[in-house]
């Protein structure tokens, strides 16, 4: 009967997804924060440390950062690079250039609204996340020398 | 005591949590869980207006096969921990 403390509950992914669209749904959340995981947002994004805080879906503009459904089953948190009609294509930042996932917008379980990295609170539309934004798209011919020089730190 | 209001008991995948109502942001990077007996006394006293450690003691023997004794130590501990996490005030 003991609370534990402190401790790290790891959750099936699937259920917590429709759990936070469920959330969303009621309408009275305007935002769920969570630790991520994977290295698809590297550098800036390291699993299991940095969180996402993350607001109900709407229609995502480029660039901006979506937690969707590309498979059935699988989600992403990725940044949307283009929009063809109705169908958007996203990219992990730290993910090879070739690797890219299309959704629509019924897939998206939310949009990412400030990230907490290394404990630091930083919103999506602070001047930080947007230098960091254009300068990782300026080194984009760069990003497996980077990627691969970070793997090894 | 009683039970602070404001408090929502969940379930999310399987695990029972505790998230402040009416908070717009649903942290779940810290957040109190509840095992499965916790939550059952936790539904239990939040709908009362006052409790003891008796009505916990009681709620437990009816729906559990323990020993009053560990029912007693195990409640009064829980009930310090709820104090500490701020579920509870006197």
């Known amino acids: ?153 | 005591m009683k039970a602070k209001k404001g408090f929502e008991l969940q379930n999310v995948c399987g695990e029972y949590i505790i998230v402040p109502a009416g908070i717009e942001n649903v942290d779940f990077s810290r957040i109190i869980s509840l095992n499965p007996t916790a939550a059952f006394l936790w539904e239990k006293v939040s709908s009362l207006e006052e409790f003891t450690i008796e009505t916990l003691v009681e709620a437990l023997l009816e729906e559990y096969e323990v020993e009053e004794a560990v029912a007693r130590e195990d409640c009064l501990l829980m009930v310090e921990r709820w104090k500490e996490l701020g579920l509870v005030e006197e």
């Not at chain 1, 229609?59 to 990725?78: F, M, N, Q, S």
């Open chain 1, 1 to 153: 009967m003991k609370q534990q403390t402190g401790t790290v509950k790891r959750v099936d992914n699937h259920s917590f997804m429709q759990e936070i669209r469920r959330l969303f749904n009621e309408g009275n959340r305007k935002s769920v924060t969570f630790v991520v995981k994977g290295v698809s947002m590297r550098p800036f994004l390291e699993s299991g440390r940095d969180k996402v805080v993350l607001a109900p879906p709407r229609k995502p503009a480029i660039g901006d950062v979506v937690l969707a459904e590309i498979r059935k089953g699988t989600y992403a948190l990725h940044r949307v690079i283009e929009i063809e009609g109705d169908t958007y294509i996203m990219r992990g930042d730290g993910n090879p250039l070739w690797m890219k996932e299309s959704f629509h917008e019924d897939d998206i379980v939310g949009i990412a609204d400030a990230f907490i990295r290394k404990g630091k609170l930083v919103p999506v539309n602070s001047r930080k996340w947007r230098r960091y934004s254009s300068l990782w798209k300026l080194l984009t011919p760069l990003r497996r020398i980077i990627l691969a020089i970070y793997r090894r730190i």
